[in-house]
């Protein structure tokens, strides 16, 4: 399994577009082929921060998303309410306690 966590930065102006747009695409990121779980945050501090935290069930899977038509489509909406480069990993969880 593969813990997607990216990092995006919105002009503050733009915060509603980008919840709107996240609103609206946000059941069909979560039933793409490969992805088990989604959740979006919010820096409390910085609310102008987002996190998308997502799992894949492959890098694959991930990569597949990252190439579909439908992504392309949400990001070229995203990418432009930016205020800084998105930043983004994957990594492999390790520990959970609950």
């Avoid at 059941?27 to 997502?54: H, K, M, W």
Wanted: hydrophobic share 40%; glycine share 2%.
């Amino acid at each position: 399994m593969i813990v997607r966590i990216v990092k995006l930065t919105f002009k503050t102006e733009e915060i509603a577009n980008f919840e709107h747009i996240f609103e609206e695409t946000k059941a069909n990121i979560r039933n793409f082929e490969g992805c088990n779980f989604l959740e979006l945050y919010q820096d409390v501090n910085s609310p102008q921060q987002f996190f998308t935290y997502s799992y894949w069930d492959t890098q694959d899977h991930l990569e597949s998303y990252r190439q579909s038509d439908f992504f392309k489509s949400v990001w070229s909406k995203t990418k432009v309410l930016f205020a800084a480069k998105p930043e983004a990993w994957s990594v492999t969880k390790k520990h959970t306690l609950a």
